[in-house]
């Protein structure tokens, strides 16, 4: 029983004292990946933006097609033929 109550009572510092941090700040900590500071002071960037650099935007691959090729199984990749 004593253990029980132990354990109970640890648990209710630890979210007592994570509120505290909340509280004190007046807001809760923000985990999106593009509205982080501190993520974005890494380099950390989300997988949107990590495709339109990779990839460009929707705009620029309909300007830059220029498979004038045969349709085979490499050209899946590109988006230039639709299945």
Do not use: W
């Not at 650099?53 to 830059?64: I, K, S, V």
């Not at 349709?71 to 230039?80: A, E, K, T």
């Amino acid at each position: 029983m004593r253990t029980l109550l132990a354990a109970i009572l640890i648990l209710a510092i630890a979210i007592a004292l994570m509120c505290v941090g909340i509280i004190v700040k007046g807001r809760f900590p923000e985990t999106e990946v593009s509205k982080n500071e501190n993520m974005r002071k890494l380099g950390i960037k989300c997988m949107h933006e990590q495709e339109k650099e990779m990839f460009g935007t929707e705009r620029q691959r309909q300007r830059n097609k220029s498979c004038t090729g045969v349709y085979s199984d490499s050209c899946v990749g590109c988006g230039f033929y639709k299945n």
